[in-house]
């Protein structure tokens, strides 16, 4: 548990800014995903804009095994 706590300390500390994302694709689907600045990357994020908060979207990038 003190890992998890410790790599989302870690996660908050390195996301400098990030973006709302949506539009809607060719086969008329509406695709949102949140694009994250990071220190050393950038990431996009798949999930729902409905509510983005910063521990939101750590819990969906721990989720998605996005950040290593």
Do not use: F
């Not at 890992?3 to 400098?16: G, R, S």
């Not at 509406?30 to 979207?57: A, C, F, Q, R």
Request: with cysteine.
């Amino acid at each position: 548990m003190d890992n998890l706590k410790a790599l989302k300390k870690q996660l908050k500390e390195d996301i400098i800014t990030y973006d709302c994302i949506d539009y809607v694709d060719e086969d008329g689907k509406i695709i949102e995903y949140v694009e994250v600045t990071m220190v050393d990357k950038i990431i996009d994020v798949p999930m729902s804009l409905k509510e983005v908060n910063i521990g939101l979207l750590v819990n969906r990038i721990i989720e998605l095994g996005l950040y290593k």
